[in-house]
């Protein structure tokens, strides 16, 4: 079984692929208002990776039926931080008390408040635009933390460590 990687053109059509006939094989149509990031077709079955802009755009239409902040650049809104940060650590201790529960349901529950308000709080505070951006910098860095010999360094208590080839992300020319 072959998987073909697609890359997806600017209009919001997926590239076509070819199998070595005249004819494409298929094309992708998506009808949101968002494009995932790419779709990974096997055989007729195309499968499409939905990316962190689906949930954020989900919590925008929230944000707008419920008439809550949605900004286009990057702010920190002084009305707004105290509100979003608590919201944040009351979500974080219920899944603190789940997880220490046992209680998978819960647990779920948890994590998934804890995407939707860390969505709105992007969303709020001006930075959903460069979420992807700002996450691949991070993911960058992240892996800059593997020692010399490409293995990872753990505390006693499991903790990555940094490697001597750590790199900070820089942010400065997103906000």
Request: charged share 30%; hydrophobic share 40%.
């Given at each position: 079984m072959s998987h073909v990687k697609l890359p997806l053109s600017s209009?919001?059509?997926?590239?076509?692929?070819?199998?070595?006939?005249?004819e494409p094989a298929f094309t992708i149509e998506f009808?949101?208002?968002?494009?995932?990031?790419?779709?990974?077709?096997?055989?007729n079955l195309i499968i499409s990776k939905v990316n962190h802009i689906e949930t954020i755009s989900q919590v925008r239409?929230?944000?707008?039926?419920?008439?809550?902040?949605?900004?286009?650049?990057?702010?920190l809104p002084e009305d707004r931080i105290q509100l979003r940060l608590r919201i944040l650590e009351?979500?974080?201790a219920e899944l603190r008390a789940a997880a220490e529960a046992g209680d998978l349901i819960e647990t779920i529950d948890a994590l998934?408040?804890?995407?939707?308000?860390?969505d709105g709080t992007y969303l709020e505070?001006?930075?959903a635009g460069i979420k992807t951006e700002a996450f691949a910098r991070v993911q960058a860095s992240n892996m800059s933390k593997l020692g010399e010999d490409g293995k990872p360094i753990h505390r006693e208590d499991g903790k990555?460590?940094?490697?001597p080839?750590?790199?900070?992300?820089?942010?400065s020319d997103l906000v």
């Amino acid at each position: 079984m072959s998987h073909v990687k697609l890359p997806l053109s600017s209009d919001g059509m997926a590239d076509w692929i070819y199998d070595g006939d005249e004819e494409p094989a298929f094309t992708i149509e998506f009808h949101n208002d968002v494009e995932p990031d790419f779709a990974i077709a096997t055989s007729n079955l195309i499968i499409s990776k939905v990316n962190h802009i689906e949930t954020i755009s989900q919590v925008r239409e929230w944000h707008e039926a419920f008439d809550v902040p949605n900004r286009d650049e990057p702010c920190l809104p002084e009305d707004r931080i105290q509100l979003r940060l608590r919201i944040l650590e009351e979500e974080v201790a219920e899944l603190r008390a789940a997880a220490e529960a046992g209680d998978l349901i819960e647990t779920i529950d948890a994590l998934t408040d804890i995407q939707y308000v860390l969505d709105g709080t992007y969303l709020e505070f001006g930075m959903a635009g460069i979420k992807t951006e700002a996450f691949a910098r991070v993911q960058a860095s992240n892996m800059s933390k593997l020692g010399e010999d490409g293995k990872p360094i753990h505390r006693e208590d499991g903790k990555v460590l940094k490697g001597p080839n750590f790199f900070k992300p820089d942010f400065s020319d997103l906000v």
